[in-house]
């Protein structure tokens, strides 16, 4: 079946614009993770949505950073004012279910760059 | 909040050499401890995971070790093979609370296997 995809796979912009990253998660999953790859370190966990839940946004660098998910699927990340810090690999996953730590799969992320 | 220290930062060894890769943790409520491999310009995907209620996981040739005590988590590889090379995340997360699977990941190892 589909994994997860995420449009676009490359951005690049101008400091102080604004930027939507899009995620589809697998079909039937409830949760669904955004993180962030800086060039050569780990991954560093931003937000996560869990069906109807409020949101855990405690991941969230500054306000700058804001996240959807609309109708338990789709996700956008939006980085507003984007600063030089803020290229990484843009990375979302989601999984089946909460309750359990199943296995998170991986989009294969958006590479920002902020010129 | 969870952190994750992750070492050696690189790792080279000879085809069919073993390979070990270990990571502490400090939270000692984490109880979900899966390993990912990043090979260059692809996804996270998760080779083995470990729950806190064994202490030893095996699938062939790769092997994951916890510790809870000491707070500590081991991925050991044997009979290595050059496609072995890429970079390897551990991570921990805690499956209650408000945040079920959120992942805190180790900064990495970058595995090489030279032929």
């Known amino acids: 079946g589909a994994g997860v995809s995420q449009s676009p796979s490359n951005k690049v912009t101008e400091k102080g614009k604004d930027v939507e990253l899009r995620c589809d998660p697998i079909s039937g999953h409830t949760a669904l993770y955004w993180y962030r790859q800086s060039l050569g370190q780990g991954l560093e966990f931003l937000i996560y949505?869990?069906?109807?839940?409020?949101?855990?946004k405690s991941g969230l660098p500054s306000d700058r950073f804001s996240a959807e998910r609309t109708g338990g699927s789709v996700s956008t990340l939006t980085i507003q004012r984007t600063q030089q810090e803020d290229s990484a690999v843009y990375l979302c996953?989601?999984?089946?279910?909460?309750?359990?730590?199943?296995?998170?799969?991986f989009g294969p992320g958006t590479r920002l760059t902020v010129t | 909040g969870e952190n994750v220290e992750q070492h050696p930062s690189t790792l080279s060894v000879q085809e069919g050499d073993s390979a070990v890769i270990k990571c502490t943790y400090s939270?000692?409520?984490?109880?979900?401890f899966p390993w990912y491999k990043q090979e260059l310009g692809k996804r996270p995907q998760l080779i083995i995971d470990i729950r806190s209620n064994v202490g030893e996981k095996k699938d062939q040739r790769i092997a994951v070790t916890l510790n809870k005590t000491a707070k500590h988590f081991s991925l050991h590889i044997t009979e290595t093979q050059p496609e072995d090379s890429a970079v390897y995340f551990c991570?921990?997360?805690?499956?209650?609370?408000?945040?079920?699977?959120?992942?805190?990941f180790g900064q990495g190892t970058i595995l090489t296997v030279h032929p």
């Open positions: 949505f869990q069906g109807n839940s409020a949101p855990d």
């Open positions: 991570a921990a997360s805690f499956a209650g609370g408000t945040s079920y699977g959120k992942l805190t």
């Open positions: 996953a989601s999984s089946l279910e909460r309750g359990a730590p199943y296995e998170q799969y």
């Open positions: 939270d000692s409520a984490s109880n979900y």
